[in-house]
Each structure stands twice: as structure tokens, then as C-alpha cells.
């Protein structure tokens, strides 16, 4: 279990962060949330204060801006997901900062949100690696209705990038419908490591 340096603090930042993602009008956020901090307790068991509190807060607000705020094609959704960053590092600093968090700590959260040195972080990494499973795990299902195959695939590959070794082995590891394994399988041209 990790150790914050004040518990009380702790209780307080993450129950702010889960007051505001109630507020979500379609209800995804706060479950989006828990599993993202589940899954980085379970892929770093003794995972920092900064880094359970920025898997809270990863999408906080995201309602706020919507995708249809932005064209609909590769350069309007990278410009939606770095301007939603931002958003989310800026709002959970915010709130961090109103609880009484030291600056460091609301700096780190702000940091590891923006996903700033992915591959050199291993808190970052942690962060990536937990939000990538909980897409795998919960949303791929639903997501393949909505794309064709081969854009799947390349989402797949896209996401299987962004993945440390241990996401990629817990991705492997989880039990996902028949259809949504063997398009994981299409995807990566079922090796385990998808090279």
C-alpha cells in the first residue's frame, strides 16, 4: 500500500477529485476513474500519493469539452486530447491546491496527468499502461461497433504502443469476450507482444 505523507490530506484530495467526477451528466467518470486507480494499484502496489491521485483526476471534467468541439479527423482529435490534458492538470491542480496539497505534490499530479516523459516516468508509463487496460477491458467491446476493422486495428496497435511490458502481459492476461480476443489477435498478428 502506498504511504501518503498526510492520510487525512489524501482522504480529502481524492474525495474532492470524486465530488467533481459525479458531476459527469453521463455517469462515466467516477467509475472511469476507480478502475483506472485499480489498475494502477494492481500494476504498482506501492504506487506514490502523486500517482493514485493523477489516476483519479486523468479525466476529470472531460465532459467540458467535448469531441464535436473539434473537426473530426486525426489532427482534431490529437488537438481535443492535448487541449483535454491540459484541462484535466489544470482543474485537478486547482482542487489539489484548494485541499492543501504541498506544490510539489500538485506539480507531480499536474505532470503525470500530461503524461510528460511517457517512456523516461515510470509513474507516467503506470498511468498510461492503467488507462490503456481499462480501455481494453471495458470499452474495446462496446468501441468495435463503432469503427470499421482495419481502423480498430490500427487503434489497437496505436494503444499496444503506448504500453509498458507489464501492461502488455496483464492485457494478455485478461479475460475479455471470444470476439474481443481475436480481434486483439487480428490486431497484433498474434504474437504476445504484437510485433
Known sequence: MSQADDPARFR??????????????????????????????????????ALLLAGRAHHIGRWRIPRNR????????????RDLQAFHADEAGRLLAG???????????????RKQRLQ??????????????????RQLAEFRYQHDDAKLQRIIRRTWAKMSPAGHAAALALAVPEDVRALLERSLGGSDTGA
Do not use: K, M, T
Open 12 to 49: 480529502q484530495a481524492a474525495e474532492a477529485i470524486d465530488a467533481y467526477n459525479r458531476e459527469d451528466p453521463h455517469g462515466r467518470e467516477l467509475e472511469q476513474a476507480q478502475a483506472v486507480v485499480g489498475w494502477i494499484r494492481r500494476l504498482r502496489p506501492h504506487a506514490s500519493e
Open 70 to 81: 473539434y473537426p473530426r479527423n486525426r489532427h482534431g482529435y490529437l488537438r481535443w486530447r
Open 99 to 113: 485541499c492543501g496539497c504541498p506544490p510539489a505534490l500538485v506539480d507531480r499530479v499536474r505532470c503525470i496527468i
Open 120 to 137: 523516461d516516468d515510470a509513474e507516467v508509463q503506470a498511468l498510461e499502461d492503467a488507462l490503456c487496460l481499462v480501455f481494453i477491458e
